[in-house]
């Protein structure tokens, strides 16, 4: 099983709709959990770290349940800025090494 | 505030040269990752630094690839000599044991090994 599993997608959604990426993670012993977003040819940057059971940044609402080791992220209103490629990161090793998905592919469509 | 500087951002050599990629993390980070990306094998940790020291190497690929964290501002990956398939983007990311670990990421150097 691989450490990290998500959808590659491509999602292509209309500008406004709702999108929900789904990740399941191996490793039960993780403590932390993050959302990346990269764009083409760019670094991973940073969206949401995820605390607790789930947490909500504006338009981005991340939820974690630990018991099925698995983490979901909901975009509203998706605009076509969100375009890009959408990476679920648990953490391993005591909290400081990462394991990176290979992503879900979002494009936000006119 | 500066985040973390890569360089260059650009490399272009020939199998067999020596490759010197450049890192410098955020300031008062304490953790150093150096990543390596392809199309077919998506984003993998080759190396990670914590207060300078190398913790775990195990992702480095082989013997021609090396890395040095001789201080807190610096470090930098080797590749001697350099083949084609180590062609990629090349990424470093620091993080601070204070925070909630969240890695931030340079610009990355792509390399091109002809």
Same mark, same amino acid.
């Given at each position: 099983?691989?450490?990290?599993e998500?959808? !590659?997608?491509?999602?292509?959604? !209309?500008?406004g709709?709702?999108?929900?990426?789904?990740?399941?993670?191996?490793?039960?012993?993780?403590?932390?959990?993050?959302?990346?977003?990269?764009?083409?040819?760019?670094? !991973?940057k940073l969206l949401?770290?995820?605390?607790?059971?789930?947490?909500?940044?504006?338009?981005?609402?991340?939820? *974690?349940?630990?018991?099925s080791?698995?983490?979901?992220?909901?975009?509203?209103?998706?605009?076509?800025?969100?375009?890009?490629?959408?990476?679920?990161? !648990?953490?391993?090793?005591?909290?400081?090494? *990462?394991?990176?998905?290979t992503g879900?592919?979002?494009?936000v469509?006119? | 505030?500066? $985040?973390?500087i890569?360089?260059?951002?650009?490399?272009v050599?020939?199998?067999?040269?020596e490759?010197? @990629?450049?890192?410098?993390?955020?300031?008062?980070?304490?953790?150093?990752?150096?990543?390596?990306?392809?199309?077919?094998r998506?984003?993998e940790l080759?190396?990670?630094?914590n207060?300078?020291?190398?913790?775990?190497? +195990?992702g480095?690929?082989?013997?021609?690839?090396?890395?040095?964290?001789p201080?807190a501002?610096f +470090?930098? @990956?080797?590749i001697?000599? +350099?083949?084609?398939?180590?062609?990629a983007v090349?990424?470093?990311?620091?993080?601070?044991?204070?925070?909630?670990?969240?890695?931030?990421?340079?610009? $990355?150097?792509?390399?091109?090994?002809?």
């Open positions: 099983r691989k450490e990290v998500q959808d !590659p997608g491509p999602f292509n959604v !209309p500008e709709a709702t999108v929900a990426f789904n990740c399941t993670y191996s490793n039960s012993a993780s403590q932390s959990f993050f959302w990346y977003r990269q764009d083409c040819r760019k670094e !991973p949401m770290s995820v605390y607790s059971s789930g947490n909500e940044d504006g338009r981005f609402t991340a939820q *974690l349940n630990r018991a080791q698995y983490i979901s992220l909901l975009i509203r209103d998706s605009k076509l800025s969100d375009s890009a490629t959408y990476l679920c990161v !648990p953490s391993t090793g005591g909290g400081n090494k *990462l394991t990176f998905g879900t592919q979002l494009k469509e006119l | 505030d500066a $985040g973390v890569q360089s260059p951002r650009h490399e050599t020939e199998m067999g040269q490759v010197t @990629l450049r890192c410098k993390p955020i300031s008062g980070h304490d953790y150093l990752f150096w990543y390596r990306q392809t199309m077919m998506g984003l080759l190396i990670y630094f207060n300078n020291v190398p913790i775990d190497d +195990s480095m690929p082989e013997d021609r690839f090396s890395a040095k964290m201080n501002s +470090s930098t @990956l080797k001697q000599p +350099s083949e084609p398939r180590d062609s090349y990424f470093c990311a620091s993080s601070s044991s204070t925070g909630f670990y969240e890695q931030y990421f340079g610009p $990355g150097t792509r390399l091109t090994v002809t």
